[in-house]
């Protein structure tokens, strides 16, 4: 069955406003379903955690701490959502940089309404074909691991495959006390600080040494709070290592 416009929707990560209303106003003139744009990789990690669109279109040149490129790379690791790059720069250095996060097409500004339309319907195509691959299948965050993201009770921290912090949903927040800002792009292993509850040992998060089922408390945290630690690795829609899945079940619930 041919694939529908109405069958997916189109998010747009632009940080000028003037040229997320032009891209918004080619995409529903092309009849597609438009998400509400965003304007930086980390809003555009959490919208996509929440409302997963079918295909993104990323400025390259995005600004803050993560980067197009390095928003590209997660979304497809954790989500495997495709996306396509939108640049005002056509440098072939730039281009080469860029391919490290996967993309699934190019795009010039200015945008013409066929090469947008062109684009995003290859890449709709090459995504569908790769998630049809015994990798694809399994890549990505499980539904369990999606529905975690956003429950208020269930802390959890995406880390990337050099395990820094790139994410954290609002009940990871209240747990440390601290904001996805504060610990963006920290080191995973040093910058959560956890001991064990009983003797007051620090622990580290990726140490094979902990016992699993082991309560931990979080120091210099006014709560008072245990949780367990469960750590899950993820592989890409390629196989290849996507980062890891963190997640803190509350003791004795």
């Known amino acids: 069955m041919t694939e529908s416009k109405k069958d997916y929707s189109v998010l747009t990560v632009e940080d000028d406003p003037i040229i997320a209303r032009v891209i918004i106003s080619i995409l529903k003139d092309s009849g597609f379903l438009v998400d509400e744009p965003v304007d930086s ?14 295909v993104v279109l990323m400025d390259i040149d995005l600004m803050g701490w993560l980067s197009g490129i390095d928003t590209a790379r997660l979304l497809l690791q954790f989500f495997s959502v495709p996306v396509i790059f939108i640049t005002g ?3 072939e250095e730039m281009l080469v940089r860029a391919e490290i996060a996967c ?9 013409s309404q066929s090469s947008l339309n062109t684009t995003i319907r290859v890449a709709r195509t090459l995504h569908t074909k790769l998630c049809q691959t015994t990798e694809g299948k399994v890549g990505g965050l499980t539904a369990a691991q999606r529905s975690d993201l956003v429950l208020p009770d269930r802390p959890v921290i995406l880390l990337d495959d050099r395990k820094r912090i790139v994410w954290m949903n609002d009940a990871a ?13 920290a080191d995973g292993s040093s910058s959560i600080p956890m001991e064990l509850s009983d003797l ?4 580290v998060i990726f140490s094979s040494g902990m016992a ?11 709560h008072g709070r245990e949780a367990i630690v469960r750590l899950f690795t993820i592989t890409d829609p390629y196989g290849d290592p996507g980062g890891f899945f963190l997640r803190f079940d509350y003791a004795g619930e």
């Open 200 to 203: 007051g040992k620090p622990v």
């Open 212 to 222: 699993p089922d082991t309560p931990l408390v979080f120091p210099g945290t006014s």
């Open 89 to 91: 720069h056509d440098e």
């Open 103 to 111: 993309p699934f097409g190019d795009l010039i500004k200015p945008l």
């Open 41 to 54: 990789g980390e809003k555009a990690i959490s919208r996509v955690a929440t409302k997963p669109p079918g």
């Open 173 to 185: 927040e209240f747990l440390l006390e601290r904001s996805s800002g504060d610990l963006a792009l």
